[in-house]
């Protein structure tokens, strides 16, 4: 059975920073690419970040480049998220998501398995 437990969540000022990680439990990640998606408050859920299978390939939301960057371990069979320069508008709860395919997409129907999430509050 395959597990993803989130975690590193909590409460931030705006400007501040936070680390998120992703472990698998019952899937080898390394062969399988990873995504962060988020969902706020009263929206849809929607795509931050996905990483490739080896690393070394990565795409980001308009609204998250260049303030955050994923990250992947595959000894430690653990994705990471690294969020700098946070905003209130950051704040949602942030899901990592692995899907049976070597290259990441924003596609959230393409991920077959997903951790139950983790909180994320920016303070203005």
């Known amino acids: 059975q395959v597990q993803l437990v989130e975690s590193g969540g909590g409460l931030v000022q705006a400007g501040g920073s936070l680390r998120l990680s992703c472990v698998a439990s019952g899937r080898t990640l390394s062969r399988y690419a990873m995504g962060w998606f988020r969902q706020a408050p009263g929206k849809e859920r929607e795509f931050v970040a996905a990483?490739?299978?080896?690393?070394?390939?990565?795409r980001y939301a308009d609204s998250v480049q260049g303030r955050f960057t994923i990250s992947r371990d595959n000894s430690k069979n653990t994705v990471y998220l690294q969020m700098d320069s946070l905003k209130p508008e950051d704040t949602a709860v942030y899901y990592c998501a692995s899907r049976p395919g070597l290259t990441g997409t924003s596609n959230q129907h393409a991920y077959d398995y997903w951790g139950q999430g983790t909180q994320v509050t920016v303070s203005s």
């Open positions: 990483i490739n299978w080896i690393g070394d390939n990565t």
